[in-house]
């Protein structure tokens, strides 16, 4: 159904970055482990509001050469980039765009374009993480884009994907194409055991022991709880799910230590000692969790949009028998519930002499056209939240059919200290899995390292 994707899976944390001068901040971050519109209608710069404030961008939008950095989105088949390169000079035939491939680690990328950047070189545009907004911006990394387009520009995208891109109030990201957290589940063994598909967390738990019971599956539900960037994902929704938070609304402070949280985790345990999710998920990644499924040994995966195609992949035993569904919630809540968000943006910048050309370039990326195209050619989620919407996407595989039932929550990277955020976070979830750590004394450890990390300690 698609290309396997190469970076954008959250398999790696970043570590802490210093906020001294921007060399070393490169260094710190080359050490670190991780992981539209029209154009305006011609002139010399284009000039729009947001907040009160109207800002011309300098260059022109119309005509130009610029450079876009962006790493392979596939690993075979057509090249996407090059086929929206194609498209969008069609539509500009004035503004020259080339291509810079960006390293697929996205480790080296990120510190690659640090150096570059820090030094007062680098490309014109760039695709980065959905979690690198406030590290780069706080480093002067990125150009804010609320600077030069309006809020209409970004009201065009689905309900979520703007506040992970935003750092103090301005949006330094436009999001260019997403992944997000689904329910993939066994059609046959809900079938035939007269089960609809779970909305809800207790119904994930109730039905995996049924089923389990029967002895036609060895688990109920797995999914990735080892100590790494992924845990954070999978423990956001969980949190958000129980009405939880990571930081305040300032992202000054740590929300982590609250009965939410100690609800969501309680119940993230429960389903290890319960039996409904491995003995092992404390060292379990996407991959374990996905091979799992794919084995036929678990009624219920949460994975990325890359789960369906790969369950129905040659060698899997659960071929034609996989379901695609939006998250579960807690009972009480409105469904569904929230799935994380992955995928990355567009950023500009700040040394780029023609950001009226760049902003054009984003405006078409982030379009109707460029976005019906990576979704219905390449299978990507697309950001535009009336391309999700549209009947050709939807139709076009299980996956982005049920896209649009979906709620997003990024992850809590509003903050420059989001690496040992996670940290904090991943660690901490890891260690209940493994059954080391109570959750009560769990949010407290990770209360007290995120407020650390916060006031710039610990670094």
Request: hydrophobic share 40%; charged share 15%.
């Amino acid at each position: 159904m698609r290309n396997e994707h190469v970076r954008r899976r959250p398999g790696r944390s970043l570590r802490p970055v210093t906020l001294r001068a921007a060399a070393l901040a490169a260094a710190a971050m080359t050490a670190a482990v991780l992981g539209g519109c029209s154009s305006s209608a011609g002139g010399t710069a284009t000039s729009s509001s947001t907040a009160g404030a109207t800002v011309a961008a300098p260059g022109n939008a119309t005509s130009g050469a610029i450079t876009w950095w962006a790493s392979p989105i596939t690993t075979s088949g057509a090249d996407p980039r090059t086929v929206l390169l194609s498209a969008f000079q069609k539509a500009y035939p004035n503004i020259k765009v080339s291509l810079i491939s960006a390293p697929t680690d996205t480790d080296t990328n990120r510190a690659t374009l640090t150096t570059q950047i820090s030094g007062g070189a680098g490309p014109d545009v760039y695709m980065g993480d959905v979690i690198w907004p406030a590290q780069f911006a706080a480093h002067q990394l990125a150009d804010p884009l609320s600077k030069y387009l309006p809020s209409s520009y970004f009201d065009t995208f689905a309900p979520g994907l703007v506040a992970g891109a935003t750092y103090k109030g301005q949006v330094y990201g436009a999001p260019f194409f997403e992944d997000q957290g689904f329910l993939y589940y066994r059609k046959d063994l809900l079938a035939e055991n007269h089960l609809k598909v779970p909305t809800t967390w207790e119904q994930v738990m109730t039905d995996s022991k049924a089923i389990q019971a029967k002895g036609e599956a060895q688990y109920g539900y797995v999914f990735q709880g080892a100590s790494y960037e992924g845990a954070t994902c999978n423990y956001m929704e969980f949190l958000t799910d129980a009405g939880g938070t990571v930081l305040n609304k300032d992202s000054t402070s740590s929300t982590i230590n609250s009965a939410a949280a100690l609800k969501a985790l309680t119940f993230e345990q429960q389903l290890v000692t319960s039996g409904v999710s491995p003995k092992a998920e404390s060292t379990y990644q996407e991959l374990q969790a996905m091979n799992e499924f794919s084995a036929g040994k678990s009624v219920f995966l949460r994975n990325w949009d890359y789960g369906y195609s790969t369950s129905q992949a040659a060698g899997s035993a659960v071929i034609g028998k996989v379901g695609v569904a939006p998250m579960p919630t807690f009972t009480g809540e409105p469904t569904p519930g929230y799935s994380n968000i992955g995928g990355w943006n567009l950023y500009v910048n700040p040394h780029s002499k023609n950001v009226a050309a760049d902003l054009t370039f984003i405006k078409w990326m982030t379009g109707s056209d460029a976005q019906n195209i990576l979704a219905t050619q390449f299978s990507e989620i697309p950001t535009n939240q009336a391309v999700r919407e549209s009947p050709a996407v939807i139709k076009s595989n299980a996956v982005l059919a049920v896209v649009p039932q979906t709620k997003l929550v990024p992850r809590p990277a509003q903050t420059p200290f989001y690496p040992a955020v996670s940290t904090a976070i991943y660690t901490n979830v890891s260690a209940v899995l493994a059954g080391s750590k109570t959750p009560a004394a769990a949010l407290k450890d990770a209360d007290s390292a995120i407020n650390t990390a916060l006031s710039g300690g610990g670094l």
